[in-house]
């Protein structure tokens, strides 16, 4: 049977093969992951064969070589320890529900060989749940109601909620149907506390479940753009504690697109909460209040290009919130008629209805390269995704529902998500670039023949099984999706009219991280993000790249990848959201997709970047910008200790600053002559790019009477651990620096940063970068040596000429990509957390939260 390797091989025995209840009966030769280290924040695991056992006590040769000795309650005990038996087990599994002997004989046949080598890859919940607990969910996500606009109804939708993180799943609400801030509450005589207060009760309850069991909650929040606590929502992450354990996300009307770009006024509005039907009839959903002849109350009116702005703006500074175009996503939707959409996942792939849940699995394109035609294979393809809806369709027949509602719902409609993985590494094959014009050809042949198959597969299900229970043959073809499907693919129409259809939607293209990095291949619908990384071997950290990039660099020795390696951060912003539009005319549900921007884009080309994928037909957009949030520099008032607030150049939000204190507050040591010297309005400096084991540093020095007198950092994402201790870096810096004469401040400085080291390091020499403080030191001291822009530009080709740029060498960090940001993981503590398609992953343990 075949293994897996290194953190492949972690991945699947830790998440998806089946175990032993507990490790009592382990024995010499079994596989096993042994907890190397007892930490309950940071655990470590290890791969390793037990070679010895005496009673509890247990002797483990790791992976690395590597023997240690250690008790069974420190191991865990897969039942499964290769792909070939997860594979058997989910054949039997999704095959038990046909409905005669024969027909389960056949399918167990037709989906193990779907599953051989990683041709379909089942969402994590199937993966890990399938034929091995009828307690264990198959879905990995939901939608849940918009809560009730009652504390009992808040209390309600909380409770249901955690009962659904407990077992796994992730959650998406929206919180329209509640009333807004300062609205009245009868029952009590007072005011309500409004959304967003009630969203932070939910972010907060999501965090208490991260601190327990393996498998991280995530949470989605989302708020219609008519609701009157909209621009609280919009900017609510900037006051730090608030909403700390979701991801937001606005949605937006075609209504309020047209205000904007007509630059007309967009009214912000609720219903009467004194209506005497208002406890019964309200629900959210502000067309059907509308439908009733209901009183609606205005709460003001404002410029939309104003609110678009500080959506654009909010986005931009820290890639949130997200923008779903819910309208559009609506009059899209196949179940238009009978259940809308009101939120999506946490990730954002999947729009649902209330009680609707994520049914995951992706083909794995990579392995549908016909080499000798040098072209898709084609019928292959169409097999496997024919095959593939069957096998989702029996996942909802065979998973245990835990909620009433949700089996009801689900039954109803029988939603399933069919996506892919490996298309960027099918797209190397084929030596197209990325993003490119040859590309976006090919992506749209591509998806639209297994839209088309996979629907024809659903009709022809439904022949033989019966069309979901909701189906509507006149209503369901009228929906946006399908009209488009059908004008391109008559054959569908015909075979819905004759057949019906089994599912209501069929297609999503989901991130698939923690399941893509297993196999080995690209994630989603993604470009690779980078194909150099570090690994750790019984040899040490080693330099590696992805397997495609590592074959062809070993046929061609010496050269440099062709141009059709493209890599996420070397895309331009606009190709990702070209890629994801050309994608998305085939995907009846949604995607997710991560538009990577550098650092230096601008809020103007962000706000363009909205539109385009707003114009091109897509249901939502999500960017990531290097560095996500502009630096916000220190200030002060007039005199007296007095706080204020500047704006940055870039963005129109004020963010929360460390104002000037009098020298009383430094300490009972102040004298007059060291005092705390204040900012003036005008600084001038320079800013200094260096790259550092987390990623490229932006950090600028402004002098004050001639010498430097604060710094500024900005590394990493805005909410990440690194950025946050880059920002107390800058900040205590400053503070040093500001703080009595310069004499020896800058050098005592220099002196005590320089050298500090971390988990990695970048260049050679006397070049070499340990970490953010040692790049925050050798700025300092280009920053003294320059006193021109030539001697500055001469420093920096002599940094350049041993350090080659300081890009291209990493030393000693594992799996951290080369030339991007990473964040510490916490799970194992690694500099090796990568952001990516909307969601976080370590390369070195394999822990990912969306």
């Given amino acids: 049977m075949r293994r897996l390797e290194g953190l492949s091989e972690k991945i699947f025995l830790d998440r998806y093969a089946r175990k032993h209840a507990d490790a009592g009966r382990v024995k010499k030769g079994d596989i096993v992951l042994a907890l190397i280290k007892d930490d309950p924040k940071f655990p470590v695991k290890e791969v390793g064969e037990v070679v010895r056992r005496d009673g509890t006590e247990v002797e483990v040769r790791l992976a690395s070589g590597e023997t240690i000795v250690t008790n069974t309650d420190r191991l865990t005990h897969p039942i499964e320890q290769t792909p070939d038996q997860m594979w058997d087990r989910l054949a039997e599994a999704m095959a038990s529900v046909e409905a005669t002997p024969a027909k389960q004989v056949e399918w167990e046949r037709k989906f193990r060989e779907l599953l051989d080598d990683w041709k379909l890859v089942p969402g994590g919940r199937i993966a890990a749940g399938a034929g091995a607990s009828d307690e264990l969910t198959l879905f990995n996500c939901y939608v849940v109601p918009s809560p009730k606009d009652s504390r009992g109804g808040i209390m309600e939708t909380l409770k249901d909620m955690t009962e659904i993180m407990a077992r796994g799943g992730g959650v998406g609400m929206n919180l329209s149907s509640l009333r807004p801030r300062r609205a009245i509450v009868q029952g009590v005589n007072g005011a309500s506390s409004g ?8 972010s907060y309850t999501t965090g208490l479940i991260e601190q327990g069991g393996s498998r991280r909650g995530a949470l989605m929040l989302m ?31 075609d209504s309020f697109m047209d205000a904007v770009k007509r630059d007309l006024e967009w009214e912000l509005v609720f219903p009467d909460t004194k209506d005497p039907d208002y406890d019964e ?3 959210g959903d502000l067309d059907d209040w509308r439908k009733r002849g209901k009183r609606i109350v205005s709460y003001g009116k404002h410029r939309a290009k104003d609110i678009w702005h500080r959506i654009i703006e909010s986005a931009w500074k820290s890639a949130e919130p997200g923008v779903v175009f819910m309208e559009r996503y609506n009059k899209l939707s196949n179940s238009w008629y009978f259940n809308p959409i009101v939120s999506t996942n946490p990730c954002g792939e999947q729009g649902l209805p209330g009680w609707g849940v994520c049914n995951l699995s992706a083909i794995n394109l990579s392995k549908f390269y016909d080499e000798k035609q040098h072209d898709v294979a084609w019928e292959e393809l169409g097999k496997a995704t024919r095959w593939s ?20 719902n689900q039954k109803r409609e029988r939603r399933i998500g069919l996506g892919t993985m490996g298309l960027a590494e099918l797209l190397i094959k084929l030596r197209i670039r990325y993003g490119s ?26 022949a033989e099984k019966g069309s979901f229970p909701a189906f509507d043959s006149a209503k369901f073809v009228q929906s946006g999706f399908m009209q488009e499907l059908i004008g391109a693919f008559p054959e569908v129409g015909k075979a819905i009219a004759k057949n019906g259809m089994r599912n209501v939607t069929v297609i999503t293209q989901a991130p698939t991280g923690s399941t893509g990095t297993m196999v080995g291949t690209s994630t989603g619908i993604e470009p690779y993000f980078a194909f150099e990384y570090y690994r750790q071997s019984r040899l040490g950290y080693d330099k590696q790249l992805v397997p495609i990039a590592q074959e062809w660099k070993d046929a061609n020795p010496g050269k440099d990848l062709p141009d059709y390696f493209v890599s996420a951060m070397e895309l331009s912003a606009e190709n990702h959201i070209r890629v994801q539009a050309a994608i998305q005319r085939w995907v009846d549900s949604s995607i997710s997709k991560t538009a990577n921007c550098p650092a230096d884009f601008t809020v103007e080309d962000t706000e363009r970047l909205y539109e385009l994928a707003y114009e091109l037909g897509c249901k939502g957009v999500t960017i990531y910008r290097d560095g996500s949030r502009d630096v916000q520099v220190l200030s002060a008032a007039g005199g007296g200790g007095d706080s204020t607030k500047e704006q940055s150049d870039k963005a129109a939000t004020d963010i929360p600053v460390i104002a000037d204190q009098p020298a009383s507050l430094l300490g009972s040591g102040a004298v ?3 005092k705390y010297k204040r900012r003036p309005s005008v600084l001038r400096g320079a800013t200094y790019k260096i790259n550092t084991p987390f990623g490229m540093a932006y950090i600028t020095i402004n002098d004050l009477d001639g010498a430097p007198a604060e710094i500024f ?6 909410g990440s651990d690194v950025f946050a201790m880059a920002e107390a870096l800058g900040r205590v810096c400053s503070l040093f620096l500001r703080y009595g004469d310069h004499g020896d401040k800058v050098r005592l400085l220099v002196k005590h940063l320089k050298g500090i080291g971390g988990s990695g390091a970048i260049g050679f020499g006397a070049n070499r970068v340990d970490s953010i403080a040692d790049a925050v030191a050798k700025a300092l001291e280009m920053h003294v040596e320059s006193g021109s822009e030539q001697q500055a530009a001469a420093l920096e080709g002599e940094w350049k000429k041993e350090a080659g740029d300081n890009v291209a060498t990493r030393e000693a960090l594992p799996y951290a990509p080369s030339g991007n940001e990473v964040d510490l993981c916490p799970t194992c503590g690694s500099a090796t957390l990568i952001h990516s398609e909307g ?8 822990f990912s939260k969306c």
């Avoid at 959304?195 to 939910?202: H, Q």
């Avoid at 969601?839 to 394999?846: A, E, N, V």
């Fill in 195 to 202: 959304a967003v207060s009630w969203g932070g009760l939910f």
């Fill in 223 to 253: 708020l219609n753009d008519w609701h009157p606590d909209l621009l609280e929502f919009i900017t609510v992450k900037e006051t730090m504690g608030q909403v700390t354990n979701a991801n937001l996300s606005v949605c937006v009307s």
């Fill in 281 to 283: 009839l309200w629900t």
């Fill in 389 to 408: 809806v069957r096998f989702l369709d029996n996942v909802i027949d065979k998973t245990p529902y835990h909620f009433e509602q949700n089996e009801a």
């Fill in 437 to 462: 014009e040859e590309s976006l050809r090919l992506l749209d042949k591509l998806y639209g023949f297994m839209a088309k198959e996979a629907y024809l597969a659903s009709s022809q299900l439904a």
């Fill in 672 to 674: 007059s002559d060291r």
């Fill in 713 to 718: 950092l900005n590394v990493g994402k805005a």
């Fill in 839 to 846: 969601c976080k992953q370590c390369s070195t343990c394999g």
